[in-house]
């Protein structure tokens, strides 16, 4: 049986990971009260003028009435996406400027807060590995690396997809595939010949440092980008890589027999990934068994709404356990 299994920010979530309407207070405590980081200082800025009076942020509870990461996200994209100023403080350039800033924020909030050893992954990968007949396919909506380490413990290799078919990648042996389709703090992205690197270790953090370099394994270029594809209404996956990932991800949900949702919410703004999941599924006429682990009755909710009442759903949080 073909299994593709989508991990969702709930999967990483129960391993420590912050979720995204805690990562503007987490990384306010992490790099501007224990560890001060003058790179972030223009999101504070923001904050502190987002109302029409200025507000001084002395402490992490003043942050408590701001919107979340993605709705500060979704403003200064459609302003840049209108060619829109945002204040006389924040004309374009600024929000550019801003924009960079936030994508550093998760990324260096995810490599500071993610405990190293993530047991439930690695026994979940192990044991879907051990157990099943059919090389699994994985894939997932998080930036982190934690379900890349699970497979490399189990002896694979992690198969992203850049390039080829998703049928090559079931065939080649010591690779299990696993489709980011949002970017990977351990990926580079070369502007000058447009291939990623994928380094064992994460990069993204070290990528928005001046000084450190990441070569591009290809062609040997010092300035290559991170991969994190913004968490806003407007993404843009312009990347051509990444256009074959997203390929490979709908060729395996259009041929799986069974499509395992892990702590994915499946939340309207989602809708590259909703369309994209739907297409799939009408690519191939068969009957396919979905099954959903999560722990919101509202998450739950959702699948109903997008996939019918005929859903396996299990409210609850992800454990590792075999599904
Ligand atoms: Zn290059």
Redesign the pocket.
């Known amino acids: 049986m073909k299994t593709v299994y989508v991990f969702g920010a709930g999967a990483s979530a129960a391993e420590g990971a912050p979720v995204l309407r805690d990562f503007i207070k987490i990384a306010y405590q992490f790099f501007k009260e224990e560890d001060y980081n003058a790179e972030l200082d223009i999101v504070w800025e923001f904050l502190e003028n987002f109302y029409d009076t200025k507000m001084d942020l002395s402490c992490v509870e003043d942050l408590k009435i701001f919107p979340g990461l993605e709705e500060i996200f979704n403003i200064v994209d459609w302003s840049l996406l209108q060619n829109q100023a945002f204040s006389i403080r924040f004309p374009r350039p600024r929000l550019h400027e801003l924009k960079t800033a936030l994508v550093k924020l998760i990324s260096m909030t995810l490599d500071k807060s993610l405990p190293s050893y993530n047991g439930r992954h690695q026994s979940f990968v192990s044991g879907v590995v051990r157990g099943g007949e059919e090389v699994p396919t994985f894939i997932s909506l998080n930036y982190d690396i934690v379900l890349d380490n699970a497979i490399r413990a189990t002896g694979y290799l992690p198969e992203y997809g850049f390039y080829g078919s998703h049928r090559d990648h079931l065939d080649c042996g010591r690779g299990i595939p696993l489709y980011k389709l949002h970017g990977s703090l351990n990926w580079s992205y ?1 502007p ?4 990623i690197s994928e380094h064992n270790e994460k990069v993204a953090h070290l990528l928005f440092k001046d000084k450190l370099t990441i070569t ?1 394994l ?4 010092d300035h ?1 980008q991170a991969i994190i594809i913004a968490p806003t209404l407007y993404k843009s996956y312009d990347f051509n890589r990444l256009q074959n990932i997203w390929d490979c991800a709908a060729t395996s949900i259009a041929l799986c027999d069974r499509l395992v949702f892990i702590g994915y919410s499946l939340a309207p703004a989602d809708t590259s990934i909703i369309a994209t999941v739907k297409r799939a599924l009408n690519m191939v006429n068969k009957r396919r068994e979905i099954v959903v682990i999560n722990p919101s009755e509202k998450a739950c909710q959702r699948y109903q709404q997008i996939f019918g009442a005929g859903c396996r759903i299990q409210c609850h949080k992800f454990t590792g356990e075999l599904i």
């Open positions: 070369c000058l010949c447009g291939e591009c290809n062609c040997g270029s290559s």
